[in-house]
């Protein structure tokens, strides 16, 4: 399976935006899709995650009541919308794939820039 992630882009504090991640690949029945992210020094977090069938969302306590995962039905895409951004979220964001029943995310694909501005 292979991830394109895009969507980024400089956003001022408040504002929103929604990331996109387009999956391609035989296997994705069973798939489950996560965004993490990455500020400079600081370890990556898990952001948010939905299984294929578009169930099951999850998400990271920062996230949860701000961003919203969606998995498109009948498309290959999983967006991230993200609203009342703070300039904390500034990150590079990735999104990323595992089966069910895998316990890493083996599927990543390039980040995308996020930088809100105060």
């Known amino acids: 399976v292979q991830l394109q992630a895009f969507g980024g882009g400089l956003v001022q504090a408040g504002g929103s935006l929604r990331l996109s991640c387009a999956a391609s690949?035989?296997?994705?029945?069973?798939?489950?899709v996560a965004w993490f992210r990455q500020a400079p020094g600081k370890e990556r977090e898990h952001v948010a995650a939905i299984r294929w069938s578009g169930t099951n969302a999850e998400y990271g306590d920062f996230a949860r009541g701000r961003f919203t995962i969606s998995r498109e039905s009948g498309t290959n895409m999983v967006y991230l919308k993200m609203n009342s951004l703070k300039p904390e979220d500034t990150a590079v964001y990735y999104c990323?794939?595992?089966?069910?029943?895998?316990?890493?995310?083996?599927?990543w694909g390039q980040g995308t820039q996020v930088t809100v501005s105060s």
């Open positions: 990323a794939g595992r089966q069910r029943g895998e316990r890493t995310y083996g599927n």
């Open positions: 690949g035989r296997t994705l029945g069973n798939y489950v």
